[in-house]
T-cell receptor, first 117, second 108 residues
């Protein structure tokens, strides 16, 4: 099976612009989560989607938004970019077993490195 | 929400040495995972271990849920083990919360 893919891998934008990042989960996975990783704040949760519905949202301003499509692919959008949005954005899809013994494995994509100038 | 703390923050080992990384969490969890992030940024899931002990080659992990901690053991370390090790936990259907990680450097 192909792993989680993210596009683009690298991106340079200027303040005030907007950006859209894409994530394709592993085939058959319906859950997609997004994380922001910075040296100062570490890995912070952005959103989680399951079957096109947002299940959880992290503590980020409204400039950060996301969605999931019927084929489980997900996009996140950041509007009005700020310098502090420079980060590695990671997407993960989740496999799990709903019945005992419960098991969950999170698979991460390679990330999108965003630099805001 | 749940708090996850990892120690030590940094660790330097000679190749062949063993190490123990610790993860403390502030509340009962139904999900605890260990990850390794390589120098290129790729995060790899190592263990799903909300309780008990698991082993995979030179790596093993133990979670004592009643005392709210988990340990990751690395034996006979190799330079390819270098990177950052993260512990992440969740309670119920809340988001997975990551610790700040332990940066491991294995020197030949």
């Amino acid at each position: 099976k192909a792993g989680v893919t993210q596009t683009p891998r690298y991106l340079i934008k200027t303040r005030g612009q907007q950006v859209t990042l894409s994530c394709s989960p592993i085939s058959g996975h319906r859950s997609v989560s997004w994380y922001q990783q910075t040296p100062g704040q570490g890995l912070q949760f952005l959103f989680e989607y399951f079957s096109e519905t947002q299940r959880n949202k992290g503590n980020f301003p409204g400039r950060f938004s996301g969605r999931q499509f019927s084929n489980s692919r997900s996009e996140m959008n950041v509007s009005t970019l700020e310098l502090g949005d420079s980060a590695l954005y990671l997407c993960a899809s989740r496999s799990g077993r709903a019945r005992y013994p419960y098991q969950e494995t999170q698979y991460f994509g390679p990330g999108t490195r965003l630099l805001v100038l | 929400g749940i708090q996850v703390e990892q120690s030590p923050p940094d660790l330097i080992l000679q190749e062949g040495a063993n190490s123990t990384l610790r993860c403390n969490f502030s509340d009962s969890v139904n999900n605890l995972q260990w990850f390794h992030q390589n120098p290129w940024g790729q995060l790899i899931n190592l263990f799903y271990i909300p309780s008990g002990t698991k082993q995979n080659g030179r790596l093993s992990a133990t979670t004592v849920a009643t005392e709210r901690y988990s340990l990751l053991y690395i034996s006979s370390s190799q330079t390819t083990d270098s990177g950052v090790y993260f512990c992440a936990a969740r309670s119920g259907n809340t988001p997975l919360v990551f610790g700040k990680g332990t940066r491991l450097s294995v020197i030949a």
